[in-house]
């Protein structure tokens, strides 16, 4: 069974801190990474996406990618109340895209 | 670049009624998915179309079908509603199968069964 893994928060963080987000995931051949955010009520939209080990860099946010650890996370810098919201991380392997649960993250001003 | 629209926004539907949603994919999707999101809940895969025929199906009974036609658009039926399926039914559609690229969602359509 193919699965995707994230806490389901609440995640607190104060304004202008770095809020971390984790991802785990099961099936080794999993090709490419994708973090979206869903304002409560709205549907999910694409904010970051990476398909190597490493780190990618847009704005505040950063993806971050270890395949041996099967494992992927979002950081995003300088947290805003406006970044309040549910992040969902999503998998794909082929046409398999998989959903985690959702992190719910709250910013307080 | 128009994005996925889906309609209507909003159903009410009774217990025991016929749903109909619809969804246009971006242009040069061929791929659609339909997912459920319960309130407070995950995406629950439903459906997914390419090139017109049904490729994949979530643990959902068969009361919840579709089509997709040769353009492309998509739609979702569900059969004799209970209650339960009261949720927001989101469409995401893709390139052609295969590759990195990933899915882009409308806006959703709000079904409540009362």
């Known amino acids: 069974q193919k699965e995707v893994e994230q806490n389901s928060g609440p995640l607190s963080v104060p304004e202008g801190a770095i809020a971390s987000l984790n991802c785990t995931y099961s099936d080794r051949g999993s090709q490419s990474f994708f973090w979206y955010r869903q304002y409560s009520g709205k549907s999910p939209e694409l904010i970051m996406f990476i398909y190597s080990n490493g780190d990618k860099e847009d704005g505040r946010f950063t993806a971050q990618l270890n395949k041996a650890s099967q494992y992927v996370s979002l950081l995003i810098r300088d947290s805003q109340p406006s970044d309040s919201a549910t992040y969902l991380c999503a998998v794909k392997y082929n046409n398999d895209m998989r959903f985690g649960a959702g992190t719910r993250l709250t910013v307080k001003p | 670049e128009a994005g996925v629209t889906q309609s209507p926004t909003h159903l009410i539907k009774t217990r025991g009624q016929q749903a109909t949603l619809r969804c246009s994919p971006i242009s040069g999707h061929t791929s659609v998915y339909w997912y459920q999101q319960a309130l407070g809940l995950g995406l629950q895969f439903l459906l997914w179309?390419?090139?017109?025929?049904?490729?994949n199906r979530g643990n959902f009974p068969p009361r919840f079908s579709g089509r997709q036609f040769p353009n492309y658009s998509s739609e979702l039926n569900v059969n004799a509603l209970e209650l339960e399926d009261s949720a927001l039914y989101l469409c995401a559609t893709a390139p052609p199968a295969g590759g990195r690229d990933t899915q882009y969602f409308g806006p959703g359509t709000r079904l409540t069964v009362l």
């Open positions: 179309y390419d090139e017109g025929e049904e490729r």
